[in-house]
Nanobody, 124 residues
Framework: QVQLVESGGRLVQAGGSLRPSCVAS????????MGWFRQAPGKEREFVAS????????YYADSVKGRFIISRDNAKNTVYLQMNSLKPEDTAVYYC?????????????????WGQGTQVTVSS
């Protein structure tokens, strides 16, 4: 079992930056690929970014490519999402997820565990 706890979401002005983090319980964090997803009010949850077990491979949604960076620190059981040049349309609850299998990490079906989410609000 893996438990995931996100933190770091808050209200920020457009153009600003945030770095939410997600801490995983357990000793096998390095065996899991990790992903970030988001869900805006009235919309379905969508893929944001993913990272492989070692951190060598990453994928991004087109909407965040060049602005967001996903990274992980396996010694700290933590995955980060550096969010730069934030836009009001980035407003959503951001979820991290962990999965043993990794293709691109774009599909929610690749993940076995989910966190409760952290709210990111970007004001214009």
């Amino acid at each position: 079992q893996v438990q995931l706890v996100e933190s770091g979401g808050r209200l920020v002005q457009a153009g600003g930056s945030l770095r939410p983090s997600c801490v995983a319980s357990g000793r096998t964090f390095s065996r899991y690929a990790m992903g970030w997803f988001r869900q805006a009010p009235g919309k379905e949850r969508e893929f944001v970014a993913s990272i492989s077990w070692t951190g060598e491979t990453t994928y991004y949604a087109d909407s965040v490519k060049g602005r967001f960076i996903i990274s992980r620190d396996n010694a700290k059981n933590t995955v980060y999402l550096q969010m730069n040049s934030l836009k009001p349309e980035d407003t959503a609850v951001y979820y991290c997820a962990a999965g043993r299998l990794y293709h691109s990490g774009r599909s929610q079906t690749e993940y076995d565990y989910w966190g409760q989410g952290t709210q990111v609000t970007v004001s214009s």
